[in-house]
């Protein structure tokens, strides 16, 4: 029994003790309902929670029990509530997950909160909330997730936040907070994300806060800092973004000038708050004695507490039995299991599996609990590892709010009637694309459809889009995909480009990267020298090759058709077939094979040569002609014999005979090979 389960079950014991004639789930029923009066004041969403009701009954919504009973999570994110947070909420002791972002609540966040000795995760952003962050929020001792991002916050970040020392993920950003960034942030050791962008802070960056050896993201745009940046932020490369802050300097920081003496010795520039203003008091343990309040306790009071815990280790003994029974009773009724159970079945990927096992909450939504998974019917024959079920599986809940409910604004592109793609953010900050495909449009046949599945989860390469994840749900009847997301968008983008400061040009060496990649990639599906069958991609173009932030090319959508049905794969070919990427034999043989994909690559070749969106380009590559073929755009700033070598490549590869056309596998080699 882990210390969480035991304190609750301890909470209950004492009282029953205290006060014999009150039930404490009655105490938190009454906690709920002035909670739902301050959180939808005309009653029109919350209409499940009544008074006389079981909130862990499972007709709560949006509430959710741990095995004893007790209320573990309230998840109302996207629900659009329009009041505030009641301080009644510090009444469910046992909580460990608040999830109310995505909503339209204001007013303060109420310094009760804090009572909340269990919560691990709190989620306030995006929601109207105003006034200051309450310094009592640092002794929350268990908080692992605190995003209060996207609201009305005004003050200082308080130093007290410095004692969190559970926390991995700290978001800010989007207020009007003010003053300087606290050092004693710097001893938050387990902290992975720290977003502050887009507020008022000034002063410098602490030398501290980049020393932590877990930071991957931090986040510090649109501010008024100033000063030296710490060189040890070097190490996060894109992970630390800065821009906006006109008065930062750095060597070795790209869009950052280099410090000058001034900067260094400029005393109205001082390192913020040494972790000496930090209170000396440690984070306070879960106040048991209901008879002190929370600044005053009497020794009295104290012995009292110490007679009644004696007299609970006795009574313990005598009703472990029916409170083990009734715990068998909650999760057979409410089917959730302890937080370690919970978190094994909706782990999501991230990468380190480490970070969600840690912050995960004993969270389930209870609409979802029943949804369509494929991966659990047995019937189907297909196994899939243990490792791989915990490596990539995500449950609706997190898809929808990493997408904001599959909002409009996060559309990235729609593909004919089958698919739609969304950015989206997870919990602990990272951006993926979230591709949506109805069930309808997928493999008939459950077990073909698994095969697909299982096949995309074993693609790794450098130059493929890396799958993050699945999820999959009767309720709504699709399937998601969730991918890395990649920044610098599709590689049509940089075709046709006009050559005015709104389109950016390739230079030659990054064509010649960028063409590389692709190779590489495409080279790595058609082999089978992994732990992978030879794989045809049937699909490339352009606007499936991807461009990341260091201008390296990643194959989007390779093995997709494995999970589609034959009519869906069948448009997307008419779509290739219009742009000038499908290989001709298709219309005589009707089938593709890996020379098909070598048509495509020669196509993309030329793009690249030209800077044009046409496919029509054979016509004009003889040695000749080379002058004519390359993109005026780089202004003769190119190799010739490269430039000779590529287009030498691309005639080949687009030769009307499939037999006449290069492996992939040759092709890398004289990519590869010295001029």
Known sequence: MGLTSFKCLLLLVLSLLLHPGTIWGNAELRALMEVKTALDPEGRILSTWTSDGDPCGGSFEGVACNEHGKVA???????????????AVADLRCLSGLYLHYNALSGKIPREIAKLNELSDLYLDVNNLSGGIPEEIGNMASLQVLQLCCNQLTGSIPTQLGLLKKLTVLALQSNHLTGAIPACLGDLTQLMRLDLSFNQLFGSIPVKLAQLSQLVAFDVRNNTLSGSVPSDLKRLDDGFQYWNNADLCGDGFPSLRVCTSSDLLNPHRPEPYGAGILPQDNPQSANLNVHCNNTHCSHSSKSAVAIVVAIAAVVFGGTISSLLAFSWYRRRKQKIGSPLEVSDRWLSIDQTKDFYRRSSSPLISLEYSNGWDPLADAKSGIGFSQEVLQSFRFNLEEVECATQYFSEVNLLGKKAHFAATYKGILRDGTMVAVKRISKTSCKS?????????KLLTSLRHENLVGLRGFCCSRGR???????NF???GSLSRYLDAKGDENSQILDWPTRVSITKGIAKGIEYLHSNKTNKPSLIHQSISAERVLIDSHFNPLLSDSGLYKLLADDVVFSTLKASAAMGYLAPEYATVGRFTEKSDVYAFGIIVFQILTGKRTTHLRVGTEPGNLEDLIDENLKGNFSKPEAAKLASIALLCTNEAPNQRPTMEAILQELNSSQ
């Open 445 to 453: 046949e459950e077990a073909e459809f698994l095969m697909g599945l």
């Open 486 to 488: 990649v920044a610098n």
């Open 477 to 483: 009847g699709e399937c998601f995909l969730v991918y």
């Open 73 to 87: 999570n309230i998840s109302l994110q996207g629900k659009g509530l329009a009041g505030s947070i009641s301080p």
